[in-house]
C-alpha cells in the first residue's frame, strides 16, 4: 500500500490499492483461512451435520452476503479506519458519533480472535516438520490422534505450542509492520489456486479411499431432529467468522477498494468461493474420518488427526501433507493479518503511531492473551470459565458467538435504518434495481430478525436450554 498524504473521498491516508484484483485477493485472503478448513468441519462435526450445513448456507446468502456488501461499502465511503468510518458516516447522515462504538467493538473482537487464531495456525506449523520427516507414515487412526493429543502428543507439550504461536503472531506483525500489500498480493495470487487444487487432489483421493457416500449424507442429507437453536447460533456465528464479517476486516479492506469496482458482484464471488473450499474441506475431512472410524464430533483436533492419516497412506503423502499445512499455514496467515488492519489502521489516524509501533502494539496484546489458550489445551485444561469454557471456548464462543453476530446485527440496522439511503446506494452503484431491493429487503428486514432471534433463542439455549 502507498501512503498518499491528503485524504480525500477518493482515498484513504492508509493507501487505495492500485489494481482491481488486489481488493479481491486481499478480501479473499482474509476470508479463507482456518475458519474453512479446520473450523467447519469441526464444528459441523460437533453439531450433528447436515441439518448445521443447511443453516450454515442460508446464513451465508441470506445474511452474510448483504451484511457483508453493506460493510464492503462503509469502508469505502468512509475511507478511514472502521471505527472513524463509522463515526464519520453517522455524523454525515446526522446520527450519533457514538456508532464508533461498533468499530470499537470490532477491533476488540479481531484482537480477541487472532489471539485464539495463531495458536491454531501454530498447530498447522508444527506439522509441517511433522509431515517431512514422515511421522505418519503408515500410522493407525490412534495413532495419529495420539500425535495430536495422547499423553506426549503436541497439545500436552506447551513450550512447544508457545513457540509456534510466537512465531506466527511474529510474521503475522512483521507483514502488517511493512504494509500490507506489498507481499500479500504475491502470496495469495499463487496459494489461493495452489491450495484449492490440493484440496482437489484430496477430494480424489476421499472419493476413491474414503467413505465418501457415508461422509456426504453426514453434510447434505438433511435431518431435522439434529437442528437446535444453539447450534443455530454457531452456524450464524460461523458465517461471519468464515466471511470476516461483523468486525471491521472487510471494511478496513475496503477503505483500500477503488471507487470504479462493483462492490456487489465482487463480494458474492468471494463469499462463493469461501463457501465452495469449506464444504470442498468438509468432502474431504468426513469420508476420511468415517472410514478410519474416527469420531466426527472430535472437536477442534478433527483436520490434525484425519488428514495426516490420509497422508500417512498416499503414495507421495510426505511431500503432499508437508505442502497442505504449509498452504494451511499461509491462508492463516493472510487471515491473521486482517484481524488486526481495523485497529492499526485506528492508532495511525488517532495517535499518529507508525503502521511499526500499531502493529506491534496488536499483535502484542494478541499474543499475551494467546497464552490463555495455549494452556488451555494443557495445564489449564480442567480450569472452566462458568463451567463450561476453557479459555479457548470462551474466546471463540465471546467472539463468534457474541461479538460477530452483534457486530453483524449494528452493522445491518445502521445501513439499513440510519445511514442515508442515497449515500449508500451512491456508493455501490448497482445497475440492477431488483437486485438492489433484495439487498434493501435482506438488509433491512431479514438480517436483523433473524440474526437477533438467533442470537437470543441460541444464548438461552446454551445456557438455561
Ligand atoms: N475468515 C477467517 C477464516 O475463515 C477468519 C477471520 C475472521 C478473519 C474475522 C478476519 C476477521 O479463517
Redesign the pocket.
Known sequence: MTTSGTNTQSSSIHGTWSKRWTFILAASG???????I??FPYITGENGGSAFVLIYLVCILAIGIPIMIAETMLGRRGRKSPILSMRDIAINSNASGYWQLVGIMGTL??IF?LSY?SVIAGWALAYIPKLASGEFSGVSGAAAKSIFDGEQGLLSDYKTLLFWHSLFTIVTVYVVARGIQAGLERAVRFLMPALILLLLVLLGYSVMEGAFAEGARFLFAFDASKLSWNSALVALGHA????????G??MAYGAYMPKEDSIAKTITIIAVL?TGIALIAGLVIFPLVFAHGLEPSAGPGLMFISLPLAFGHITGGELFGTLFFILVAF??WT??I??IEPGVAWLIERFGATRRNAALILGGAAWVLGIGTVFSFNIWKEYKLLDTFTIFDGMDFLTSNIM?PLGGLLIALFVGWVMKPEAAEDELNMKNPALLSAWWFLLRYVAPTAVAVVFVMGIYDKFAG
Open positions: 482474509s476470508a479463507v483461512g482456518l475458519g474453512n479446520w473450523k473482537a479481531g480472535i487464531y461471519f467468522f468464515t466471511l470476516s464479517l461483523g468486525m476486516s472487510i469461501d491462508a492463516a487471515s491473521a486482517s484481524l460477530l
